[in-house]
């Protein structure tokens, strides 16, 4: 929240940006139970997938460029 504050505070993004930690939150929980894995692993995991989609992402438009 605070971060919203410096950028001018902003209600609806904030309450978006906040909902966003249990989406993330939920999805390490569920990965660490279906792999039965700690959490601090299942966090590194879904972030780099995450980084790896990005890198994907990126690499298609600099082609399309």
């Known amino acids: 929240n605070v971060v919203n504050e ?3 505070y902003q209600q609806e993004r904030a309450i ?3 909902s966003g ?3 993330i939150l939920y999805r390490v929980l ?3 139970e279906k792999e039965n894995i700690p ?3 299942a ?3 879904l972030a780099e997938e995450r980084i790896n989609q990005v890198k994907k ?3 298609g438009t ?3 460029s």
């Open 6 to 8: 410096l950028e001018g």
């Open 16 to 18: 978006k940006r906040a």
């Open 21 to 23: 930690i249990y989406e």
């Open 30 to 32: 569920e990965k660490s």
């Open 39 to 41: 959490t601090h692993k």
């Open 43 to 45: 966090a590194t995991l």
């Open 57 to 59: 992402f990126k690499q």
């Open 62 to 64: 600099a082609e399309n």
